[in-house]
């Protein structure tokens, strides 16, 4: 089956469940963009390391780790089509064993630089 194409309704993957949720998700949904906001990060997880995941996908132009919160960072990629896809691939991928990373379009597209 045509993985673009598969049916995410009622899997783990779907980013907008209906629910309790939705009127949250819906206040952080945002146009495409190149700067990707990443959440649910492992504290601990070097910049270095995420950058790598994410350069399989393109060129990482910058990325900024939040202060307050170390386990969201801004990825910056080189073409808004690489945005696109690292999203699509990486969104909801395991970063530990337990920890699924967490992936948007950034509300200020020029955050990361």
Do not use: W
Not at 33 to 57: D, K, R, Y
């Amino acid at each position: 089956q045509d993985q673009l194409n598969r049916d995410f309704s009622n899997s783990d993957c779907h980013r907008y469940t209906p629910g309790a949720n939705t009127r949250r998700n819906n206040l952080h949904q945002y146009p495409p963009c190149q700067v990707l906001h990443l959440s649910n990060l492992p504290p601990e997880m070097p910049t270095e390391e995420v950058a790598q995941l994410f350069a399989a996908h393109g060129n990482v132009e910058s990325t900024k780790r939040f202060d307050k919160d170390k386990k969201m960072m801004l990825v910056e990629m080189d073409s808004l089509p690489n945005a696109i896809e690292a999203l699509v691939t990486l969104h909801n991928s395991y970063v530990t064993a337990d920890r699924r990373m967490r992936i948007s379009f950034s509300r200020r597209p020029g955050a990361a630089a």
